[in-house]
């Protein structure tokens, strides 16, 4: 794992580099190579865990020296990748060296064999390309910028903006404010974007072209299959993901929360190891429902682990918002961004490796989302148009919005569902509308052919493509990277999620019941208490939190005229915001994250 930055005529240095060091704090190289007019420059920051030796550093060469590499990623199955490589002589036992040479022998888009989670950039000095490459879930962050024969890639924004000059790009705003983040490839910048998950960009030198392509495909939905055998498969696949990321030369832990999801990747580590696993988990000095601290402390004492918690006050949710919008970059309306940072400071005094029980909502069907998918899809317009006038009444936001959506074509239905701000709501915020979200949503529907899916099988693909990689994971990433941590994703293993992706909607939602086949699982291993605990999700106390002092202080912050944020939103409507929050009306918790993130993220650039 680490930090990587390529250019392409644009000269840096490693002053420019060590802004990456926090995501490889152990080693670090710089790599010229000239390719004709072009002058080509590989960066790398390192965080050792596979081959911890010198012989694991990175730029690398391949074997014949056509190819040299920045890597940041695990590639699970690299040893068994690496067995299907013949008569070439390994140095290291890196993944690296696996990744560049089985690139060298089978091409770029053998890349779909990785099982794993990575990011990285390949110069082909032979053939005078450049290939850019993330994961197909997007674990990894990969942002670009090009122009006029120049090319900047980096695993963060701060290195590419140290290099060029940018400016905002209001519509990217617009799309932010509908999602609470921005998909690949967008972001606040009008000349630097992220890489899709599961793509490939391919820059060639001489002819000053690109192009990008996926290297992910649609998987068919298999309707014949019995459950009986799909639990039985899925706990296998279960069980082999935990086990293949388990591969370090360093010490594991496990994130944990109240729930099942990282209680069985738990498990499942616990069982393949020899002594007590580290868990890991943050919590809240008040009372509060999205407190998890003491279901975790019961889950470790059920499986065994050596566990550690932090809890966390508003006192430090007003400290350290500013710096959590600054590490991640990018603003967003998740409110888990700040008990992430405690949780990470906490790990980073034991070990630099964690597993995270992040990537079950999306493919198992975990979230509300879809219940109100299957119910607005089967619902008459005429039953909704009766309940609307009572919406005034409502104070559970989802339902609030749910019963507001009259919308018969699936992906507008999508976008509305979707929605942290309504089209109305942005305009009044910042003077425009949103005018990309649909086709953000038809890319990736498209591509994984969702009209052969029922609709909420399509919404799990896009989600996991789209909202995953580019809020939950993006912000993962970001944070843990901070605290030069390795987070991983087991329940994100290729083989898993295929063979979830192929199964029939029933087997995930089952009469209402979200995550079906997951806790049928989890029965047969863990506590039924543990498995059918409420849902808390991984979540603060916002809405309270912005509610009395804390909110007023935020309040005055946003709607303060001389700051760079009243310069583009209208202090106004940000105003009856707050207001509407704190009226107990409607819990604008997330609206007002967003809003606060923004705030940060003008008044820092």
Not at 179 to 197: A, C, G, H, V
Not at 301 to 322: A, L, M, N, P, S
Not at 367 to 388: A, C, Q, T
Request: hydrophobic share 40%; charged share 25%; glycine share 4%.
């Amino acid at each position: 794992m680490c930090g990587i930055l390529g250019t392409v005529n644009i000269d840096f240095n490693k002053k420019i580099l060590d802004l990456l060091k926090h995501r490889g704090p152990d080693d670090w190289g710089i790599e010229e190579v000239k390719c004709k007019n072009f002058f080509v420059k590989f960066g790398h920051r390192r965080l050792s865990i596979l081959d911890l030796s010198p012989k694991g550093r990175q730029p690398m060469y391949s074997y014949n020296k056509n190819l040299l590499i920045v890597y940041n990623g695990e590639v699970y199955n690299h040893l068994e990748l690496r067995k299907k490589i013949k008569n070439i002589p390994f140095r290291s036992f890196s993944d690296t060296e696996t990744v560049i040479n089985y690139i060298s022998l089978f091409g770029v888009e053998s890349v779909k064999n990785f099982n794993g989670i990575f990011a990285f950039g390949i110069l082909d000095i032979k053939n005078q390309k450049i290939y850019l490459v993330r994961d197909r879930f997007g674990v990894k962050p990969l942002y670009y910028h090009i122009n006029s024969k120049k090319l900047i890639f980096s695993s963060e924004l701060r290195p590419i903006k140290k290099l060029i000059n940018t400016k905002l790009n209001l519509k990217n705003l617009a799309t932010l404010l509908k999602l609470r983040y921005l998909p690949s490839p967008l972001t606040l910048y009008d000349n630097i974007f992220k890489l899709r998950p599961g793509h490939i960009l391919e820059y060639h030198l001489l002819k000053n072209q690109m192009k990008i392509y996926p290297f992910t495909s649609s998987v068919e939905i298999n309707t014949k299959i019995k459950f009986k055998d799909a639990l039985d498969i899925y706990g296998s696949l279960f069980a082999q993901a935990i086990k293949r990321q388990l591969l370090s030369d360093v010490e594991i832990g496990i994130l944990l929360s109240g729930g099942i999801d990282s209680a069985l990747v738990a498990y499942f580590a616990q069982k393949y190891s020899n002594k007590p696993l580290k868990t890991f988990t943050v919590g809240f000095l008040e009372k509060d429902e999205a407190n998890e601290i003491e279901d975790a402390k019961a889950t470790s004492k059920i499986i065994g682990t050596e566990h550690y918690d932090v809890k966390i006050t508003d006192h430090d949710f007003e400290t350290t918002f500013e710096k959590c919008v600054t590490i991640v970059e990018e603003p967003l309306g998740t409110t888990s961004v700040i008990p992430m940072y405690y949780l990470n400071q906490l790990v980073s005094k034991y070990l630099k490796v964690v597993l995270t029980g992040q990537g079950a909502d999306e493919p198992l069907g975990g979230y509300n989302r879809y219940l109100g998918e299957i119910f607005i899809s089967k619902m008459p317009s005429s039953i909704l148009k009766l309940i609307r006038p009572i919406n005034t009444f409502i104070k559970n936001e989802s339902f609030y919005r749910l019963i507001m959506i009259d919308e018969k074509n699936i992906l507008k239905r999508f976008e509305q569902i979707y929605a942290l701000f309504y089209d109305n709501e942005i305009t009044k915020l910042i003077g425009i509308k949103d005018s990309q979200t649909y086709q953000l949503i038809y890319y990736f529907y498209n591509l994984l052919e969702g009209h052969k899916k029922d609709n909420v099988n399509a919404m799990l693909s896009n989600d996991l493509r789209m909202d995953l990689a580019d809020d939950l994971l993006l912000y993962t990433d970001k944070i843990t990277m901070h605290f030069s941590i390795e987070a991983r994703v087991p329940i994100l293993d290729n083989h898993l999620v295929e063979f979830l992706e192929s199964l029939p909607l029933k087997y995930k939602i089952n009469f209402f019941q979200k995550k079906y086949i997951h806790k049928k699982f989890a029965e047969k291993i863990l506590p039924k208490k543990l498995v059918y605990r409420p849902k808390k999700g991984f979540k603060s106390p916002t809405k309270k939190w912005l509610k009395g002092q804390k909110g007023l202080y935020f309040k005055s912050l946003l709607t303060n005229p001389k700051s760079k944020f009243c310069n583009i939103f209208d202090p106004k409507e940000v105003d009856k915001i707050f207001n509407l929050h704190f009226s107990g009306k409607r819990n604008m918790e997330r609206q007002l994250f967003t809003l606060i993130s923004l705030y940060f993220w003008f008044k820092n650039e």
